[in-house]
């Protein structure tokens, strides 16, 4: 009777998902993350080849959950400065900033940079489009977007030392203002 694996890839790379967003690349390890699991760690090699293999699909996980499942809903909505609140409530509201942080600043490995490279241009994208739909020239637009992109990014940062603005809100409307988002619902 053949062997099966107790977890399924899937598991095993939201594991390893939540050990980078905690303590970076290095952090997903194989032994770590069947610790995680409740598992061995032999049973990991029933699934993947090797450590980056479990890499590999951790990221590709992040970049599903990023793009294919969270930017579709974003372009739903329909009024582009709605959007971008809802955007700025969706990256500041789960937790998602962790992981972006660290695939940032904690490795030059090929496959990190590219999958981190592909996320944070569909993201500014998503930025761009709707600072132009909301009347910015091509140009202006994309430097707004990525500045915009750079102050996300810096606000995640402040978040993980708890100086992060206190007033989500007013500190969200006061970004989008700044950024010459001015029509903001409720």
């Excluded at 977890?7 to 980078?20: C, I, R």
């Excluded at 952090?27 to 450590?51: C, D, H, I, M, Q």
């Excluded at 509201?93 to 990190?112: E, I, M, Q």
């Excluded at 739909?133 to 996300?152: D, F, I, K, N």
């Amino acid at each position: 009777m053949p062997r099966v694996a107790r977890h399924t890839p899937e598991a095993w790379a939201a594991a390893a998902l939540d050990a980078l967003a905690e303590g970076g690349v290095t952090a997903v390890a194989v032994e770590p993350v069947a610790a995680r699991l409740g598992t061995s760690k032999s049973s990991f090699y029933w699934l993947f080849e090797n450590r980056e293999a479990l890499l590999t699909a951790a990221l590709e996980l992040w970049e599903r959950r990023e793009t294919d499942e969270l930017l579709p809903r974003l372009a739903a909505v329909p009024d582009p400065a709605e959007r971008l609140r809802a955007l700025v409530h969706e990256a500041f509201g789960t937790g998602r900033n962790a992981v972006a942080l660290r695939l940032l600043f904690d490795s030059d490995a090929p496959s990190v940079h590219a999958i981190a490279k592909r996320v944070t241009n569909r993201r500014i994208a998503v930025i761009e489009t709707a600072l132009r739909e909301l009347g910015q020239a091509p140009e202006q637009a994309r430097h707004l977007a990525t500045a915009g992109y750079a102050v996300y990014l810096g606000t995640a940062a402040l978040h993980r030392v708890d100086a992060a603005p206190l007033d989500e809100r007013a500190y969200v409307d006061a970004v989008l203002k700044s950024f010459g988002v001015t029509r903001c619902g409720t």
